[in-house]
T-cell receptor, first 115, second 114 residues
Framework: EPEVTQTPSHQVTQMGQEVILRCVPI?????FYWYRQILGQKVEFLVS????????KSEIFDDQFSVERPDGSNFTLKIRSTKLEDSAMYFC?????????????FGPGTRLLVL | AQSVTQLGSHVSVSEGALVLLRCNYS??????LFWYVQYPNQGLQLLLK??????LVKGINGFEAEFKKSETSFHLTKPSAHMSDAAEYFC????????????FGSGTQLTVLP
């Protein structure tokens, strides 16, 4: 069964460093998403991406964040200058080309720890 | 704006007992509603979803949920709990139309006692 994969599974970085989190969505999906979950808190939407551009973003997704689909398979989240409060589990998800309400399939997550 | 409230951050049931996990939503437009499950060290897996068809939705692993518009609820049930059901369960809502972002509840940790 097709699945969303994410690398790395864990990342430790120093405050102020740039990190890139990578995701390979399901191959025939057209919508891609990033969510994050700070320890003990809700899963929060960050951004959605369609047709090579951002379609929605939350207030969390400020200028420190960017997303890119550099090739036909990868979808990346970059945090330019990490802060302590960026420590969280980051989930990538993808969904098909249908209407809103399409199931979003989630990857296993990348646990980011900023020291 | 939309929101989701899950009553009970922790629920414990005995093996074989009824599982009831509560979810109430707030949405200004007809919503799509989802239940996801997260096993330890894994991603979120869809259990079931409501997208304006039948109000009683059946999902995987024997779970089902009923959409009640008058109560703005979408509670998750399973008649008989199994040890393997122990996990964290998340209710989520998205708006109809072009918006796709999911708004999640805070989650309910289900413990199944032998």
């Amino acid at each position: 069964e097709p699945e969303v994969t994410q690398t790395p599974s864990h990342q430790v970085t120093q405050m102020g460093q740039e990190v890139i989190l990578r995701c390979v969505p399901i191959s025939n999906h057209l919508y891609f998403y990033w969510y994050r979950q700070i320890l003990g808190q809700k899963v929060e939407f960050l951004v959605s991406f369609y047709n090579n551009e951002i379609s929605e973003k939350s207030e969390i997704f400020d200028d420190q964040f960017s997303v890119e689909r550099p090739d036909g398979s990868n979808f990346t989240l970059k945090i330019r200058s990490t802060k302590l409060e960026d420590s969280a589990m980051y989930f990538c998800a993808s969904s098909g080309p249908g209407l809103a309400g399409e199931t979003q399939y989630f990857g296993p997550g990348t646990r980011l720890l900023v020291l | 704006a939309q929101s989701v409230t899950q009553l009970g951050s922790h629920v414990s049931v005995s093996e074989g007992a009824l599982v009831l996990l509560r979810c109430n939503y707030s949405s200004s437009v007809p919503p799509y509603l989802f239940w996801y499950v997260q096993y330890p060290n894994q991603g979120l897996q869809l259990l079931l979803k409501y997208t304006s068809a039948a109000t009683l939705v059946k999902g995987i692993n024997g779970f089902e949920a009923e959409f009640k518009k008058s109560e703005t609820s979408f509670h998750l049930t399973k008649p008989s709990a199994h040890m393997s059901d122990a996990a964290e369960y998340f209710c989520a809502v998205s708006r109809s139309g072009s918006a796709r972002q999911l708004t999640f509840g805070s989650g309910t940790q289900l413990t199944v006692l032998p």
